[in-house]
């Protein structure tokens, strides 16, 4: 065996770091898209937040979470009497469970009667959230249990898990919690009892220059807050809620088809101008790099972004086209393969996968996965594009039901069946589309008799 050495030239392309990314944001959803954000707005202290959409996802923005729009010198009743409407998304709790689960951490012998049942009476009082609002005079009148043992009782509930049951208001909920996790003295616990408010409003630099913190160590508080319980009776939900978030919104108006993105939120997101200025006039070299790195970071996600929303604005316009009848109810899903909506807007087909790649797409008729409206075609013999999979089936199954029970059709018969009509599929697609209708062979559909 001979070895020799050559030079042999060799066209490849490569991706970069950055097209990676832009790709991977395309392929994200929009939960998925305004988590990647929250996280560069923990990290870029060029990127700001305003605060002033909201996702709709599982995972709520902070300005919501803790009460946006609150004014903290209120009662909690006047509260409570704005947020009805939300508040009725909270799950029902069962007051059972939750009765039991919190008397079982007290010790039944070390009370009396009448403590033990004051205190039955206070968990009654709880609200939905597990904030504890009833004044104690009240409870006093009512129960006629002393005033001071009243309190002492009420300290004692509030010792109780889940940590913040019992609070008299959301900020002092939270500051139970970071009391437990030994946080009790930490910036956080001053952003918590001082300046909740602003983090409800988004008022980062607020809190920054009143508390004299760096703009990147107060995000971190308000990323610890975030992860607390800002309403402990949530653990005793009965069942698990899930909601679809659609990316993409088909509306129909006076006849015209309109697309719209799901995506007002990402406005919230903008460079820092506080930030901008201070790089533009800083005349530390090293602090000047740092800002700049971090504003070419910001610029790259929001171009990225951009390219994302235009990207799917382009495919929806041309599903929505192609598919518009089906979506009316009027017809059929129509043949359209990943391919024809790439070479109808001029993309790869392979941007076309990872944009529709999780993508809900909500119309008239309700919200689906935009994938299902995707379908292979099938061709007639004579060479031309015929009809898709769904009509295909919906012959099958109009074709069997018709049978003789006695004589049920083979798949073979089927094939022959299609063939007539100028549709030329092989017996094992048949059987691939009769199995997914859930209907089965034609030895079991065999009646005897």
């Known amino acids: 065996m001979e070895l020799s050495y050559g030079i042999q030239l060799e066209q490849k392309q490569l991706l970069s770091q950055s097209q990676i990314q832009s790709l991977e944001i395309l392929a994200m959803d929009g939960v998925e898209l305004n988590q990647f954000l929250q996280n560069e707005y923990l990290e870029n202290p060029l990127l700001d ?16 979470t803790y009460e946006h729009n609150v004014t903290y010198g209120r009662t909690y009743e006047d509260m409570i009497e704005e947020e009805d409407k939300r508040r009725k998304d909270i799950p029902v709790q069962d007051q059972d469970t939750v009765k039991n689960y ?32 009833t004044p104690l005079d009240e409870v006093s009148d009512k129960t006629g249990v002393p005033l001071d043992e009243v309190k002492r009782l009420l300290g004692l509930l509030q010792s109780l898990e889940p940590y913040g049951i019992f609070a ?3 900020k002092h909920c939270l500051l139970r919690q970071l009391e437990v996790l030994g946080l009790k003295g930490e910036a956080v616990w ?36 975030a992860k607390l319980n800002p309403r402990p009776m949530s653990e005793f939900a009965v069942g698990h809620s899930n909601y679809i978030v659609p990316d993409i919104i088909f509306k129909e108006e006076h006849g015209k088809w309109e697309v719209e993105l799901n995506d007002d939120w990402v406005e919230d997101y903008h460079i820092n101008d506080y930030y901008l200025r201070m790089m533009k006039e800083s005349r530390d070299q090293e602090l000047s790099e740092y800002f700049r790195i971090k504003l070419e970071r910001v610029r790259f996600v929001m ?5 994302r929303r235009q990207t799917l604005l382009s495919i929806s316009e041309a599903v929505m086209h192609r598919q518009q009848a089906y979506l009316q109810g009027k017809a059929y899903l129509q043949p359209m393969t990943m391919t024809d909506v790439a070479e109808e807007i ?14 809900y797409i909500q119309y008239p008729g309700g919200t689906m996965v935009m994938k299902n409206l995707f379908s292979a075609s099938v061709t007639i013999t004579a060479g031309d594009v015929a009809v ?10 109009s074709l069997i039901d018709s049978e003789d029970k006695r004589k049920p059709y083979s798949d073979q018969s089927i094939v022959n069946y299609l063939k007539e009509k100028n549709i030329d599929i092989s017996r094992r697609a048949v059987a691939k589309y009769r199995e997914e209708m859930g209907i089965k062979g034609s030895f079991d559909r065999k009646e005897v008799g």
């Open 49 to 64: 937040y305003s605060g002033g959409h909201s996702v709709g996802s599982g995972t709520e923005e902070i300005n919501k």
């Open 388 to 397: 898709g999979t769904m009509q295909i089936k919906e012959m099958i199954r």
């Open 102 to 133: 919190l008397l079982y951490q007290i010790p039944r012998n070390q009370f009396t009667v009448a403590q033990w049942t004051l205190m039955e009476y206070m968990i009654d009082c709880l609200d939905d959230t597990g904030f504890f609002t």
């Open 168 to 170: 008299p208001d959301l």
């Open 190 to 225: 001053y952003v918590v009892e001082k300046h909740l408010q602003d983090v409800a409003d988004g008022r980062i630099s607020n809190i920054s220059r009143k508390m004299k913190l760096p703009t990147v160590e107060v995000r971190r508080c308000i990323e610890q807050i």
């Open 303 to 307: 171009n990225s972004i951009a390219q």
């Open 346 to 359: 001029g993309i790869h087909i392979s941007t076309v996968s990872r944009a529709i790649k999780g993508k």
